[in-house]
């Protein structure tokens, strides 16, 4: 069965720092797909980012970047320079290859950015 | 771009009352998902639908049943609502194939109290 893992259940900063959130995951499938989703205050899941396992390639899409490591099966997300409206849950899920197989997600991490 | 909706936002029940969730995708996907989100938790699925006319359980069924009306919709039943249903459900599609193939897209979430 598969698991993620988010440890870190809530992050204070103040703008402009940089966070990085932490997403470990376990699974014995050779294909499987990475996601990282953003919850705001107004409650919707916001889909980020999605990576799958035999990419490991980081990805930057502005202030944020993914840091995707098999070797010690991490996902983790970073924000640069964060901001006020990065406030939010964020979540690591985990969705094995084939038709319909079920996102498993972590806890989740709120993260508070205040001025 | 209307993506998944679901309806109601926002219901009370009482105990022992029936309710019927709805959900509809634009996107022409084949799979389609029923979550619940509750506090420290992250999401669980209840029910999934690989394809149209195909339903089977998640983690958490007990309590539900859903029914895949046709390729664009599915709905989350009720029948008899007690307090631990309590909840925010969100609905969910999702495509194998394509350039957003594998990524679940959420509606922006039910929230249901029992009392």
């Known amino acids: 069965a598969q698991k993620v893992t988010q440890a870190q259940t809530e992050i204070s900063v103040v703008e402009k720092e940089d966070v990085t959130l932490d997403c470990v995951y376990e699974?014995?499938?050779?294909?499987?797909?990475l996601f990282w989703y953003k919850q705001p205050p107004s409650g919707e899941l916001v889909f980020l980012i999605r990576?799958?396992?035999?990419?490991?390639q980081n990805e930057i899409s502005g202030r944020y970047s993914w840091n995707f490591q098999k070797s010690t099966s991490s996902f983790n997300f970073t924000i640069t320079a964060s901001q006020v409206v990065d406030s939010a849950v964020y979540f690591c899920?985990?969705?094995?290859?084939?038709?319909?197989?079920?996102?498993?997600f972590g806890t989740g991490t709120r993260l508070q950015v205040t001025l | 771009n209307a993506g998944v909706t679901q309806t109601p936002k926002f219901q009370v029940l009482k105990t022992g009352q029936s309710m019927t969730l709805q959900c509809a995708q634009d996107?022409?996907?084949?799979?389609m998902y029923w979550y619940r989100q509750d506090p420290g938790m992250g999401l669980r699925l209840i029910y999934y639908?690989?394809?149209?006319?195909?339903?089977d359980k998640g983690e958490v069924p007990n309590g539900y049943n859903v029914s895949r009306l046709n390729k664009r919709e599915f709905s989350l039943r009720l029948e008899s609502a007690a307090p631990s249903q309590t909840s925010v459900y969100f609905c969910?599609?999702?495509?194998?194939?394509?350039?957003?193939?594998?990524?679940?897209?959420f509606g922006e979430g039910s929230w249901l109290t029992v009392v």
């Open positions: 969910a599609s999702s495509e194998v194939f394509g350039s957003s193939g594998n990524t679940i897209y």
């Open positions: 699974t014995r499938d050779t294909t499987y797909y």
């Open positions: 990576r799958n396992s035999f990419d490991e």
């Open positions: 899920a985990l969705r094995l290859g084939g038709t319909a197989s079920k996102l498993t």
């Open positions: 996107m022409n996907h084949n799979s």
């Open positions: 639908s690989a394809s149209e006319g195909t339903t």
